[in-house]
């Protein structure tokens, strides 16, 4: 049976970073785009690149939709990518080599090199930021229910099997701006106050309320800024860590006033 890969990406409104992805998995044999109702030049530009796929769903929620990107993939090998992911033509050579040379793991966690307002951060707990994304299809660790876990954000990958990295690097484009950086953590700072909720972590006592919203957050600014020498990124790291810090405090107040209101 040969050897082929397919490419899973889930879309809304992403004509500002999909040709770069699209361009940077040009090698594989089909790519699965599940679009949730976008409105700009997404849909088109998908359909400009050969070996796409378009299918548009209505949202389901992260791992829901990825889920059903993935079980749509009919290759023997599946790779899995945000919109505003790339591949390195470093990576992309290593996965070409790779895939028909019979390989030993079932899964594949791949180093990512996450962009600040350009700059790639190299520190602070930001490099390599592996992810499980490559990986064998069909097998039986990879059921469909269950490839990403169920839950409202920083969705992951379930597996039980051989487990290798690569060598080199995806590239996440994820913040070109303030603004979107922002927007960014308010919508995922309320999805992790949706999990606090769940788990019945939501600060209900005052001492418990001033520890994580006080506390909490500048003791992560100092772990990743200073111990984990994220000030060598310069002004974006600063910004970065900042802002970080300050989605921690979100996330627990959102959780408790979600709590008091029931």
Request: net charge neutral; glycine share 6%.
């Amino acid at each position: 049976m040969p050897v082929t890969l397919s490419v899973a990406i889930i879309t809304l409104n992403e004509e500002a970073n999909l040709a770069r992805t699209l361009s940077s998995v040009a090698f594989a044999d089909e790519v699965i785009i599940v679009d949730s109702g976008s409105s700009d030049r997404t849909l088109e530009i998908a359909h400009s690149f050969p070996h796409v796929k378009v299918f548009s769903e209505s949202w389901k929620g992260f791992a829901a939709q990825k889920n059903s990107a993935i079980e749509k993939c009919t290759g023997t090998w599946v790779l899995s990518l945000d919109a505003d992911e790339e591949l390195t033509p470093e990576l992309q050579n290593e996965i070409r080599l790779l895939l028909p040379g019979n390989p030993s793991a079932d899964a594949y966690m791949l180093r990512r090199r996450n962009l600040f307002l350009g700059r790639w951060i190299k520190r602070g707990g930001y490099y390599p930021d592996p992810k499980l994304r490559l990986f064998r299809n069909h097998s039986a660790n990879f059921a469909p229910a269950t490839r990403f876990t169920d839950r409202p954000v920083h969705e992951t990958i379930a597996f039980d099997g051989r487990l290798e990295t690569l060598n080199h690097d995806l590239i996440h484009h994820a913040y070109p701006t303030i603004e979107g950086y922002i927007e960014h953590m308010d919508r995922y700072s309320t999805l992790g106050a949706e999990i606090l909720v769940a788990k019945g972590t939501t600060s209900r006592s005052w001492p418990a309320f001033f520890f994580n919203m006080r506390v909490v957050p500048q003791l992560t600014f100092i772990w990743n800024f200073f111990f984990r020498l994220g000030f060598l990124d310069g002004r974006e790291g600063l910004l970065l860590h900042a802002y970080h810090s300050t989605y921690t405090s979100w996330k627990y107040a959102k959780a408790w006033n979600a709590a008091r209101k029931r």
